[in-house]
């Protein structure tokens, strides 16, 4: 069974720094490109930034680019985000999610981290 | 960048409706549209991917359809359990999700 676990979210005040993890398991990670989506609260969902399974391709929407660092690390199944220069605005629940295959929409998703920036 | 629209923002329908959700892409994106579910505070679900393929487990009361810009997601008969927020998901270029759609009881 496909498994992704967030952790890291907190409680971080404006222009600080935090590191997101997502632990996963049930599936062959270097396998398979992941994601970060995000959702304010009571808002949309938002595709965050993007990376492929050897990490040789990294995308990024415009609202994080340089300020976020995806990363991920095959040998611990594990995948990052780095985020520094946190405003306001990037107050949300920051999902990881495994694309479906080599087909690029997100078929599997974990449960969140909650990020809040607050002075 | 592609933008994607989502309308109705919300609607309001009884169980046994049929529903329908549409997404529009400012620029042709193929097939390469999925669907999804959320409830409350709950990781979103994959209903459809390439504009029209089932997901495995989910009901045959959801379809979608289109091609290029144009895209729905229909409910055929509405259930209690389908009440939730939809999103459509922009794959051709990057991903971009429509604004939601949420569907509440009439």
């Known amino acids: 069974e496909v498994q992704l676990v967030e952790s890291g979210g907190g409680l971080v005040k404006p222009g600080g720094s935090l590191r997101l993890s997502c632990a996963a398991s049930g599936f062959t990670f270097v396998s398979y490109s992941m994601n970060w989506v995000r959702q304010a609260p009571g808002k949309g969902l938002e595709w965050v930034s993007s990376i492929s399974s050897s990490s040789n391709y990294i995308y990024y929407a415009d609202s994080v680019k340089g300020r976020f660092i995806i990363s991920r690390d095959n040998a611990k199944n594990s995948l990052f985000l780095q985020m520094n220069s946190l405003r306001a605005e990037d107050t949300a629940v920051y999902y990881c999610?495994?694309?479906?295959?080599?087909?690029?929409?997100?078929?599997?998703w974990g449960q969140g981290t909650l990020l809040t920036v607050s002075s | 960048d592609i933008q994607m629209t989502q309308f109705p923002s919300t609607l309001s329908a009884s169980v046994g409706d049929r529903v329908t959700i549409t997404c529009r892409a400012s620029?042709?994106?193929?097939?390469?549209l999925a669907w999804y579910q959320q409830k409350p505070g709950k990781a979103p679900k994959v209903l459809i991917y390439?504009?029209?393929s089932l997901e495995g487990g989910v009901p045959s009361r959801f379809s979608g359809s289109g091609y290029g810009t144009e895209f729905t997601l229909t409910i055929s008969s509405l259930q209690p359990d389908d009440f939730a927020t939809y999103y459509c998901?922009?794959?051709?270029?990057?991903?971009?999700f429509g604004q939601g759609t949420k569907v509440e009881i009439k």
């Open positions: 999610a495994r694309h479906y295959d080599t087909s690029g929409f997100f078929g599997y």
């Open positions: 998901l922009q794959y051709n270029s990057d991903w971009t």
């Open positions: 390439e504009a029209s």
């Open positions: 620029q042709s994106i193929n097939s390469w």
